[in-house]
């Protein structure tokens, strides 16, 4: 988890975050087995055995992507003789938040112009439905 002083220097505009990190934690994330490990730890801690049942994959591959997740310091993974439990360490998550919010500036001018766009077009008239003109129409005749 950051510490309050590495939350506060991220704010700064100065300051970057540890490019080695972010670097770890993008290509942890670049992989959907990864990221799908990632969603099922959310909030427990499992077994390694219990991680990979849904995949269809190996064992020894779904216990490679966890090590790249604790690499990533993404993932935390405790021993107890043979046997390995993984718990979710969200905390390398948030400089990679903010370092994608810089870029939520571009977004909110897009989504600015595109709401400008919609108050300037006029509302389209309505049409009364065709399945009601035709009944009339048919009423008529008969």
């Not at 799908?36 to 020894?60: T, W």
């Not at 405790?78 to 948030?94: D, K, N």
């Given at each position: 988890?950051?510490s309050?002083s ?28 990864r ?5 099922r730890?959310?909030?427990?801690a ?34 107890t003789?043979?046997?390995?439990r993984?718990?979710?360490l ?5 400089p ?5 919010n ?5 977004w909110q ?5 595109l ?28």
């Amino acid at each position: 988890m950051a510490s309050g002083s590495q939350i506060v220097a991220l704010f700064d505009t100065g300051a970057d975050p540890d490019e080695a990190a972010l670097d770890r934690v993008f290509f942890a994330l670049s992989d959907p087995v990864r990221r799908a490990i990632l969603e099922r730890l959310d909030g427990e801690a499992l077994l390694v055995s219990e991680l990979a049942a849904p995949f269809n994959v190996s064992l020894q591959a779904v216990s490679r992507h966890i090590q790249v997740l604790v690499r990533a310091g993404l993932v935390q993974q405790q021993r107890t003789g043979r046997i390995s439990r993984c718990s979710l360490l969200a905390g390398p998550i948030f400089p990679v938040a903010v370092w994608i919010n810089r870029y939520s500036k571009y977004w909110q001018e897009q989504f600015d112009l595109l709401a400008a766009m919609l108050e300037d077009t006029p509302e389209p008239r309505r049409r009364k439905p065709r399945a009601a003109s035709r009944r009339r129409k048919i009423g008529r005749k008969a």
